[in-house]
């Protein structure tokens, strides 16, 4: 397969941020984000689809007969699919589905051919793929932290309003109904950016064959973050909490994440720590 490393890694971000996109409709039935995820996912298409054609002209080799290049085809053939259906039908959530099983099917080719040539070239990509995975992760408990400092807004206006008494500047924390959308639609970011950063993580982990891994606090704990804030938003969408009752739930969640930044930081077998 034709390979560029910087190639790679423009896909992998372009993709996720499709992802994350498809993710918002799925999530907010976001019309404007479907546009945007089906515009990035157009640019991943276009650049595996230069890649398959640089092989079959250049290279003189139709990619399909080892695994590596086989994986690259499927995730092309996924893409290809996701984007016709997106245009010509009207599946709801079947974009956001397709596309996250062939991000893992383009993640497991990208860490794959990595193993496969750990030279200079599979070393630096598998160091920023960790680089992409800590990032990521990173980024999305910046979101998990505005959504926090929303929520203890919220609580304290809705204290204050209930006492129907407070200074005149606490009014500018702004309305309930606002602060409760923005707390919501700041996991709602979270969720996919960390959800991509802990599958890099598998990813590096696999291609770097790092020890210890699987059983990691930190890697346990990012698990139990993201599955906490996963029930968040099951608790919004699906069982309809709102207000009060979310906002406290979601001051809970950020101690859970406090903790695995910190605490399960320290006692990791090989993230950074202090």
């Known amino acids: 397969m034709f390979e560029l490393k910087w190639v790679y890694e423009f896909i992998l971000i372009i993709y996720g ?3 994350v996109s498809y993710f918002l409709d799925f999530i907010q039935d976001n019309r404007r984000a479907n546009r945007i995820a089906f515009w990035l996912l157009s ?3 276009v650049i595996q689809t230069l890649f398959l054609l640089l092989e079959a002209v250049i290279e003189r080799n139709f990619p399909v007969i080892t695994l590596n290049d086989g994986l690259f085809f499927y995730a092309w053939v996924l893409v290809t699919i996701s984007l016709i259906v997106n245009k010509l039908f009207t599946i709801h959530f079947i974009a956001f589905f397709t596309n996250l099983f062939g991000f893992f099917i383009m ?10 040539d750990m030279k200079a070239n599979g070393i630096q990509l598998v160091h920023e793929i960790l680089v992409s995975h800590i990032t990521l ?6 979101f998990f932290t505005v959504s926090f400092l929303i929520s203890v807004m919220y609580l304290v206006q809705y204290k ?3 006492k129907k008494k407070g200074f005149k500047w606490m009014w500018r924390f702004g309305d309930l109904n606002k602060l409760d959308t923005f707390s919501f639609r700041a996991v709602t970011i979270g969720v996919p950016l960390l959800l991509i950063g802990i599958i ?3 990813v590096w982990a696999y291609s770097s064959s790092a020890e ?10 990012s698990i139990l973050v993201l599955a906490v804030y996963i029930l968040y938003l099951i608790l919004r969408l699906v069982g309809g909490y709102k207000g009060k009752t ?3 739930y979601n001051t809970a969640a950020f101690l859970v994440l406090l903790i695995n930044f910190f605490l399960f930081s320290l006692l990791s077998n090989f993230h950074f720590s202090f």
Request: no cysteine; charged share 5%.
């Open 107 to 116: 993640l497991f080719h990208i860490s794959t051919v990595a193993q496969n």
């Open 212 to 221: 210890f891994y699987w059983f990691d606090l930190k890697t346990i704990g």
């Open 160 to 162: 204050l309003l209930k």
């Open 200 to 202: 890099l993580g598998f």
């Open 137 to 142: 992760a990173i980024v999305s408990y910046g």
């Open 17 to 19: 941020l499709s992802l």
């Open 43 to 45: 640019m991943v298409w």
């Open 246 to 248: 979310i906002a406290i």
